[in-house]
């Protein structure tokens, strides 16, 4: 019975507004009070039905819920004869409750959306060697699955066979389809556009990186912030007192219409539901758009933020050497380039591995006599020549003659940030060749909307030396630029900052630097979307995409911001509503719940235009 | 020790948190520093003695509140 009515509470919001209609109607137009009564009376007990049982389970925990405060009002109403206002009150109360769980819906909506795209079913090789359609949860680690156009992928796994494109929105929020072919990963949660995979499962269930990004978000939308447990405490005993305080006025001036008035009034939805409105709101958006954010704490402190302090390598570069300029001193050159690829194919060094990318297919000779000098280069016989490739050290070593010109590139090369690798053939220099690592595209522009946005420090700390850090700081416009620091030396670095007062933020790729990832005020990690950085840190960066970092920063910013207005909505319509209750004789139950379900419809309103969040100026 | 997760219908009020997580901790065999109820994702999470008591039991005192349950998950803790 307690059930039905809880569960044919919008029936019953319906029905006693269609009463409260009769009523006014045939009061107004008939003058019939009798009707007017009658209908009223209904609407009454009606719509305190569903009150009445909350507020009696609330108590039953020992919860003194807002659900008592309006169950005794409209007893008083309903006592003092004074129909009207009990049907109105409950009314309102159960209308206002409606909007509230429809709009509520909707600001969850985001993290709603997420959630649905986890993947229901797998097909899934059984012993005979057929496939067969399952439930996602009986898929164990080390399956054989089969994923067929259009379906999402059941598990984080990598492809046994097959090709096609998968688009890895969910994990990434970019929606650009990927090439996937035999061996290559899979996550769950990511839909084949076309093609056909086998893929054999890795991880499962919660422990995939999609399964893993929810629980996070979950948890971080109702994670608080100390202001918020603030806030609970206070409300928790705040109802309370607000039963406390009507029965003092009663006592105090025998007027039981002042005193259930005050009840009405006091109620405190807007304070409790504002707060967390807005951070589920901007949790969402930011999940939407690649941007983890891990509560309510790190979203008060990124918004505050003063220094943000990055990692050069894989961070503000890359982090993946490459061939930026030659030169060639010879007409010959695809055969020098042909001795350097079979030279450097068999080495595994970085600037190695960057050559032989950069030279591509090219006829490869066999290599004798390999000699590594170490600091140097390489020395070896290809094709009845011998070849040496290293740096300006290994010339002079091997007394090869750097002409005036070749000298000058270099110097040019080596201004430009560049590691410098030579090539020379039978002691006679033939190549010149600049390898750095890439600043990542559109990062100076990245860095420029994080200083519109108001923060004053932008460092950059480096292992590279110091002319390699002075150079990138330079193309982007850095405020500082600090080389030759090893991992310690960056967090006591940090450290200082904060001793000086400042809020520090920490941008790194989570490899080498997560001392000081756990020593900023807030580590942001460029998760590559299965780094163990998404756990460790505070604002995840999906994709290793750094042009997500303004949208986080501008995000958190209009959440705090949202947070403050709707704490002064609230507080605001719960002091003006008492001041009028004592100082103006407009102010009745009726009103007081209008005004009060307005300001909770208000806070709701408010935080779902973090919903559609968007930088100013960033269109995608 | 299990865990179970519950998956409740939407929480709309911030009460109902307060009432459901006092319900999941009147169930003997229930673990009340572990009990959490998350509002926004409407869901509860909590550690329970399998010895003493079930999921169904914690089902059944949130469904006399007057609270739905739509999927309930049990696993080794």
């Known amino acids: 019975m307690q059930r039905y009515i809880l569960r044919k509470r919008n029936y019953i919001t319906l029905i006693s507004a269609i009463l409260i209609a009769i009523a006014f109607v045939s009061k107004l137009g008939f003058s019939n009070v009798f009707i007017f009564n009658i209908a009223l009376i209904i609407a009454s007990v009606l719509g305190v039905a569903p009150i009445v049982i909350q507020a009696y389970q609330a108590l039953r925990v020992k919860v003194v819920s807002i659900d008592v405060l309006v169950t005794i009002a409209v007893a008083g109403a309903f006592f003092l004869k004074n129909f009207e206002e009990s049907a109105i009150v409950t009314f309102l109360f159960l209308f206002g409750a409606y909007l509230e769980q429809r709009t509520l819906n909707k600001t969850r909506s985001a993290i709603k959306e997420l959630t649905e795209m986890a993947p229901e079913t797998a097909i899934k090789q059984i012993e005979n060697g057929e496939f067969v359609e399952v439930d996602v949860d009986e898929v164990d680690v080390g399956d054989v699955l089969l994923v067929k156009t259009g379906a999402k992928v059941p598990v984080d796994g990598t492809v046994l066979t097959g090709e096609g494109y998968i688009n890895e929105a969910s994990i990434t929020g970019e929606s650009v389809p990927v090439s996937k072919k035999e061996g290559l990963g899979v996550y769950a949660g990511t839909i084949l556009e076309n093609g056909t995979l086998q893929i054999k499962a890795d991880r499962v269930g919660e422990d995939t990186t999609f399964g893993r990004i929810i629980e996070l978000v979950e948890e971080a939308q109702d994670s608080k912030s100390e202001a918020e447990r603030f806030i609970d405490k206070f409300s928790k005993y705040y109802t309370p007192a607000v039963l406390l305080l009507a029965i003092i006025v009663w006592v105090v001036s025998r007027n039981i219409e002042l005193a259930i008035t005050i009840l009405v009034l006091g109620c405190p939805g807007a304070l409790v539901i504002g707060v967390p409105v807005s951070n589920v709101a901007g949790i969402g958006n930011g999940a939407r758009h690649g941007v983890l954010l891990k509560g309510s704490e790190v979203i008060q402190d990124f918004s505050r933020v003063d220094a943000l302090v990055f990692d050069k390598t894989g961070t503000l570069t890359i982090g993946n050497p490459q061939v930026a300029e030659t030169r060639f001193y010879a007409d010959n050159s695809d055969e020098v380039s042909s001795y350097l690829a079979s030279v450097e194919n068999e080495s595994d060094h970085p600037l190695a591995k960057a050559i032989v990318e950069y030279i591509g297919d090219t006829k490869l000779y066999s290599v004798e006599n390999t000699d590594v000098v170490k600091g140097g280069g390489i020395i070896a016989l290809v094709d009845g020549h011998k070849v040496a490739i290293g740096n300006v050290k290994l010339m002079e070593q091997e007394k090869v003659p750097l002409n005036e010109q070749a000298r000058a590139d270099i110097a040019q090369f080596e201004e430009k940030g560049n590691s410098i690798v030579l090539t020379a053939i039978d002691g006679e220099l033939k190549a010149l060749m600049g390898i750095r690592d890439k600043i990542r595209p559109g990062v100076k522009r990245d860095l420029q909307k994080l200083k519109k946005l108001g923060v004053k420090k932008l460092i950059v700390l480096s292992g590279d030396n110091q002319g390699t850090v002075d150079l990138v700081a330079k193309e982007l416009g850095l405020t500082e630029a600090h080389g030759h620091m090893l991992p310690e030396d960056k967090s006591a670095y940090i450290k200082e900052l904060q001793d000086k007062g400042q809020i520090v933020a920490f941008v790194g790729d989570g490899v080498n630097d997560s001392p000081s990832l756990a020593l900023a005020n807030i580590g942001i990690a460029m998760g590559s979307g299965t780094d163990v950085a998404i756990e460790t840190s505070d604002v995840v960066l999906m994709n290793s995409d750094f042009s997500r970092l303004p949208h986080a920063l501008g995000l958190t910013k209009a959440i705090a911001r949202n947070m403050v207005q709707n704490i002064v909505i609230a507080v605001g319509v719960v002091l003006i509503l008492l001041a009028s209750v004592f100082f103006s004789d407009w102010m009745n139950m009726s009103i007081g719940m209008l005004v009060h379900e307005g300001s909770i419809l208000a806070v709701i309103l408010n935080g779902m235009r973090l919903i559609n969040y968007r930088q100013r100026g960033h269109s995608s | ?77």
């Open chain 2, 1 to 77: 020790m299990k865990k179970a997760t519950i998956q409740l219908g939407t929480l709309a009020c911030p009460s109902c948190m307060q009432k459901i997580e006092n319900a999941i901790k009147s169930v003997d065999g229930v673990d009340k520093e572990s009990v959490k109820v998350m509002f926004n994702s409407s869901k509860a999470k909590f550690l329970f003695d399998e010895g003493k008591t079930s999921a169904d039991n914690v089902e059944n005192a949130i469904t006399a509140l007057g609270y739905e349950v739509k999927k309930t998950q049990v696993k080794d803790a």
